[in-house]
């Protein structure tokens, strides 16, 4: 099945003086965006995360050229020059960017210590969090700056336990060998899964997948195919919003809607309903 492109939106926010007093503000963020070639050869003048979801780009950092392809994404520090294009089209990628006080101390914290590719164990989670606050961002909301600020120092967190240098070797290994899984439940979470299922693919006793994944994602497998599910249906919520909710449940794997409608609200705090109604 040939996969659809979902068209590109972005979303820029003005910024007073009380948003640069937080900690941390959104200055703008963007969605399943068809990157453009970009020539910055002063930096630009906040941080940037730019995640790939389809394609491949390369960019220049540092006098080295880095490809960039699924499952990595390119954290920029500001006033670094850089310049970066797609070599592989379309280069598909989400972005954010964003400034505070407190940005550079929990970077350093997180040990995200200046301009650098990295892998993701966890695309999805990033990705997921990007779309929740383009949500925000793209609401209503008088307070979302505030929100904002909540869900980018949650972003960072996040990126910090699933993302990695791509010279990590051993992180890289276990992340190779894990790919066929996590490959496999993005493809099939729709569907009931098993764990045999997700072991056979990699050779390995159930156990021991459980083992590898809780070790290297910081999650059990059932756990991170309710990641997905979770994650997918929250996108289901937002763009199509004439859908049901029992219709968004089959979609995302789950027969029984009520059922899906507990784990739904265990995992977010919501029902699907409310989750609806903060995004109108």
Not at 31 to 38: D, L, S
Not at 92 to 120: E, H
Not at 245 to 263: H, L, N, P, Q
Request: charge should be positive; glycine fraction near 4%; aromatic fraction near 12%.
């Amino acid at each position: 099945m040939e996969e659809i492109i979902i068209p590109g939106k972005a979303k820029f926010l003005s910024i007073s003086d009380f948003e640069k007093a937080l900690p941390f503000y959104l200055r703008g963020i963007g969605c399943r965006y068809t990157q453009e070639p970009v020539k910055r050869p002063h930096g630009y003048p906040a941080f940037q995360w730019i995640q790939c979801s389809h394609g491949e780009g390369q960019i220049l950092i540092h006098n080295k050229t880095y490809s960039v392809k699924e499952n990595q994404g390119m954290f920029l520090y500001p006033d670094i020059p850089h310049e970066y294009k797609a070599v592989k089209e379309p280069w598909i990628v989400d972005w954010i960017d964003f400034a505070g006080s407190q940005v550079t101390s929990i970077c350093k914290l997180l040990q995200i210590n200046n301009s650098c590719i990295l892998n993701t164990t966890n695309s999805e989670i990033l990705l997921a969090k990007m779309r929740q606050i383009y949500a925000i961002a793209d609401s209503n909301n008088p307070t979302k700056q505030l929100e904002c600020s909540a869900f980018i120092y949650d972003l960072l967190v996040t990126l910090h336990k699933h993302a990695f240098k791509p010279n990590d070797a051993s992180m890289q290994n276990q992340f190779s060998k894990l790919q066929p899984v996590i490959e496999y439940i993005h493809l099939n979470y729709h569907r009931y899964i098993t764990l045999e299922e997700l072991a056979e693919l990699i050779h390995v006793t159930p156990e021991h997948l459980c083992y590898l994944m809780k070790k290297f994602l910081k999650v059990r497998p059932f756990e991170y195919i309710t990641n997905i599910r979770i994650n997918k249906s929250k996108e289901l919520l937002i763009d199509n919003r004439n859908l049901k909710i029992k219709e968004i449940a089959r979609m995302v794997g789950y027969e029984d809607a009520s059922y899906f409608c507990t784990v739904f609200k265990k995992f977010t705090g919501c029902s699907p309903g409310e989750f609806k109604r903060l995004f109108r």
